[in-house]
């Protein structure tokens, strides 16, 4: 009888998928990158304990492309400084995907808050410096824009260790509270730079219902860049989380389906005119 591809895999099978599951190939993306401090106490509003805010209130935007495998994937994360204990990382709140399968595999397996998106990455020739824009959009809001012009190199840095901080959980089905304990991750990447050069501009947050990260603006720009990058990804369940405490940030991971708390406010009168 023919294999019935849902049917059972082979134990040699299920044994490489959960080997690879973890693992990122080498992959080099060209992506967008900007800091700025914002309110400290827009920041601490947030961030789920046991995260607390860092020792300044910063913001990060990163929005990349890629050719994974001859098809375009782009990539966001808007994330916010956080502290976990003595470890400082990041916290990211929204990470638009373009593809159903770098959405799943990051959030179902380290508890990405991964939504699908619309990423664009551009960049043009200009004489007086190219230009760069790149923006982070859902539903027909372009909620991130960073945009500018390249005004030159950069030295690269040496391969360096970043910090994210996730929570992955499981809403119950009964629509109260979670099904299993919520778990807070650590996902440690080494980070590898081939290319890096500064970008003079600036970074524009839009009103989004769904996506509210104007709630967090720009009070100083710290930096904006343009560059290649690798990176590898591993991860680690280091504590579990309080269920209750966790359970008032859960809208951060998904839209309100029924759209009662964020759907698009009405036309004003003068729209209908």
């Given at each position: 009888?023919?294999?019935?591809r849902y ?8 044994a490489a ?6 693992a ?5 993306s060209?992506?967008?990158a ?11 509003q947030v ?10 209130p910063l913001v990060r ?14 990539a966001?994360s808007f994330?916010v ?5 003595p ?5 990211p709140?929204?990470?638009p ?5 770098a959405?799943?595999?990051g959030r ?9 998106g ?7 020739a200009?004489?007086a410096g190219d230009?760069?824009?790149a923006?982070l959009?859902r539903?027909g809001i372009a909620?991130?824009?960073v945009?500018?012009?390249?005004s030159?190199?950069?030295p690269l840095p040496?391969?360096a260790e970043?910090?994210?901080f ?12 979670f ?5 807070l991750v650590h ?6 730079v081939r290319?890096?050069e ?7 947050l839009?009103e ?5 990260v ?5 009070r ?5 860049t343009?560059g290649?990058k690798?990176?590898?990804?591993r991860?680690?369940v ?6 209750q ?5 859960v809208?951060?991971r ?17 729209e209908?005119?």
């Amino acid at each position: 009888m023919a294999r019935v591809r849902y049917g059972p895999r082979t134990e040699a099978d299920t044994a490489a998928a959960g080997a690879g599951r973890g693992a990122l190939p080498d992959i080099w993306s060209t992506g967008v990158a900007a800091v700025w401090e914002s309110d400290p106490d827009a920041v601490a509003q947030v961030l789920p304990p046991p995260l607390k805010p860092a020792g300044r209130p910063l913001v990060r935007v990163n929005i990349s492309r890629v050719d994974l495998f001859g098809s375009p994937l782009g990539a966001g994360s808007f994330a916010v400084g956080a502290q976990h204990g003595p470890h400082a990382g990041w916290y990211p709140l929204v990470m638009p995907m373009t593809t159903e399968r770098a959405l799943t595999g990051g959030r179902e397996v380290f508890g990405e808050p991964k939504k699908l998106g619309e990423v664009a990455v551009e960049r043009t020739a200009d004489p007086a410096g190219d230009r760069i824009t790149a923006r982070l959009a859902r539903h027909g809001i372009a909620f991130v824009e960073v945009r500018g012009r390249v005004s030159g190199a950069l030295p690269l840095p040496e391969p360096a260790e970043k910090l994210d901080f996730y929570f992955k959980f499981l809403p119950g089905v009964d629509g109260r509270g979670f099904d299993l304990e919520p778990v807070l991750v650590h996902c440690l990447r080494t980070e590898r730079v081939r290319r890096l050069e500064s970008v003079e501009g600036e970074v524009l947050l839009r009103e989004s219902p769904f996506d509210p990260v104007a709630d967090l603006p720009v009070r100083r720009l710290l930096e904006i860049t343009v560059g290649e990058k690798s990176s590898d990804q591993r991860g680690r369940v280091v504590e579990r989380v309080d269920a209750q405490a966790l359970l008032p940030y859960v809208h951060q991971r998904y839209d309100d389906v029924q759209q009662l708390l964020d759907a698009p406010a009405p036309p004003s009168s003068a729209e209908e005119e």
